[in-house]
């Protein structure tokens, strides 16, 4: 396997670290990162592939992109990659529950073990993990923060702009305002 290396960036969300190699895009990790990646032989060094994953997550927060065109290559079980994979096709502006996301994956008694593989997601935003919501259409456990969460969806129209004080730089689980 080719090195793996990584730069950090910062985003209205605050700084991501970005990491890939010549195999595809690893890893996406927010400040606050729940299930951050084991960071082995990461090498901070400049990459085509992190400074086409910066030029497109820009376009992302400014608005001008919905989907993204990067080769990936999350590391996870099988089943972990094929829940990640079910993400992509979440359109943007658009949430499901995690009931819906097992039936996506065929196993719809699975909702449990879904929604840990989602958990782990290591490419948030470009693997939309942020759009799988409860089936009462509330905000519910997130990796990078439940404010988080809610600036992603309310940046994509999937929720309504709210004039709400959030820190996005709380740790994650803290209480949410």
Request: one cysteine or more; glycine letters at 10%.
């Amino acid at each position: 396997m080719s090195a793996i290396h990584y730069c950090r960036f910062d985003t209205p969300i605050g700084p991501l670290t970005v990491a890939a190699s010549d195999a595809g895009l690893h890893a996406i990790e927010f400040p606050q990162n729940r299930h951050p990646q084991r960071r082995i032989g990461w090498m901070p060094l400049e990459h085509p592939l992190l400074r086409e994953a910066r030029r497109q997550l820009e376009e992302y927060f400014d608005g001008e992109r919905q989907t993204f065109d990067l080769p990936l290559a999350p590391r996870g079980t099988p089943f972990q990659r094929e829940v990640w994979l079910a993400l992509a096709g979440i359109p943007y502006g658009a949430t499901i529950s995690y009931a819906q996301l097992a039936t996506r994956v065929g196993r719809p008694a699975a909702m449990r073990a879904v929604g840990a593989a989602n958990g782990r997601n290591p490419l948030p935003i470009v693997l939309p993990c942020h759009r799988v919501i409860g089936a009462d259409g509330s905000l519910t456990g997130f990796g990078g923060g439940l404010p988080t969460k809610q600036f992603l969806l309310q940046l994509e129209g999937a929720l309504p702009r709210r004039e709400v004080a959030v820190d996005l730089f709380a740790p994650v689980g803290a209480a949410e305002p």
